[in-house]
């Protein structure tokens, strides 16, 4: 067995009401399909971003490494009637790692320049993923997401 430790990671964890976990794992897996990616309507909602699309598609699919999903119990505040409310939420974390330690990188296929992959990952994470389910969940008032960089993972890798 050999110890490969203390690769960074980056995360984003997103938070839904528990009932949606079966449409979750469809957007999520369809993640992976850059033909269904590049025909979502983000694109014509959000223009700005429309040039960067490479950007975007190319760094993360070099950079994510796979997600979770659990069922999580939790109170939050509610506003309206003064007090906490219980809900079952369903987490999706989502990890993303450079294994290349050398290039930190990336160059994007329309513009071919090199772009911060770390950027990348914030911005597809927060205007597209999470945009995207705002399309699809319209009668949310709120999702919450959450992210943090430089976590630790380590690995007990088998030989």
């Not at 992976?32 to 429309?50: A, G, I, V």
């Not at 490479?54 to 760094?59: I, M, P, S």
């Not at 079952?88 to 911060?116: G, W």
């Not at 949310?140 to 030989?159: P, V």
Request: aromatic share 16%; with cysteine; hydrophobic share 35%.
């Amino acid at each position: 067995m050999e110890l490969i430790g203390f690769k960074k990671m980056n995360y984003i964890e997103i938070y839904l009401p528990a009932r949606y976990k079966c449409k979750m794992l469809k957007i999520f897996d369809g993640l992976s399909d850059r033909d269904k990616l590049c025909k979502s309507k983000f694109w014509d909602e959000y223009p700005e971003f429309k040039e960067k699309q490479g950007y975007f598609l190319d760094g993360f699919e070099k950079l994510t490494k796979g997600y979770s999903i659990y069922k999580v119990d939790g109170r939050f505040y509610n506003e309206e009637k003064k007090q906490f409310d219980d809900e079952r939420s369903c987490v999706v974390r989502m990890l993303f790692a450079n294994e290349d330690k050398k290039n930190n990188t990336i160059k994007d296929s329309t513009k071919q320049q090199e772009v911060d992959l770390l950027s990348i990952v914030y911005n597809f994470v927060t205007y597209f993923i999470v945009a995207e389910l705002a399309f699809k969940f319209p009668k949310e008032k709120e999702i919450w997401f959450t992210h943090g960089t430089e976590t630790k993972l380590n690995k007990w890798i088998n030989r």
